[in-house]
Nanobody, 127 residues
Framework: QVQLVESGGGLVQAGGSLRLSCAASGLTFNSYTMAWFRQAPGKEREFVAAIRWSGHSTYYAESVKDRFTISRDNAKNTVYLQMNSLKSEDSAVYYC????????????????????WGQGTQVTVSS
């Protein structure tokens, strides 16, 4: 049974930082592209960042580029999202996702590309 468990969310002031973690089990972690998505109240779930199985290729939404960093530790079956210079508009539930297909770059921002999802962790940025 595949499980993705996010942690590290919380309340932070604008300009602050948080690091999210997603611990994976029940899958061959180093074969999966991993990603973070987020969903704010009343909005659709949106792509934040993705990282290929090797860790050498990363992808970001324009809104978080240069502020957020995705990384992974295949020995720990964990993917991270370091979030700096947080803004109120970053407030959302953040979800971890796993993709087994190693698809084209253009598909990595699409929800339907991903096979497994975590339950999410809340991030609230106060202004």
């Amino acid at each position: 049974q595949v499980q993705l468990v996010e942690s590290g969310g919380g309340l932070v002031q604008a300009g602050g930082s948080l690091r999210l973690s997603c611990a994976a089990s029940g899958l061959t972690f180093n074969s999966y592209t991993m990603a973070w998505f987020r969903q704010a109240p009343g909005k659709e779930r949106e792509f934040v960042a993705a990282i290929r199985w090797s860790g050498h290729s990363t992808y970001y939404a324009e809104s978080v580029k240069d502020r957020f960093t995705i990384s992974r530790d295949n020995a720990k079956n964990t993917v991270y999202l370091q979030m700096n210079s947080l803004k109120s508009e970053d407030s959302a539930v953040y979800y971890c996702a796993a993709d087994s297909s190693d698809g084209f770059d253009a598909r990595l921002s699409q929800l339907e590309e991903y096979d497994y999802w975590g339950q999410g962790t809340q991030v609230t940025v106060s202004s």
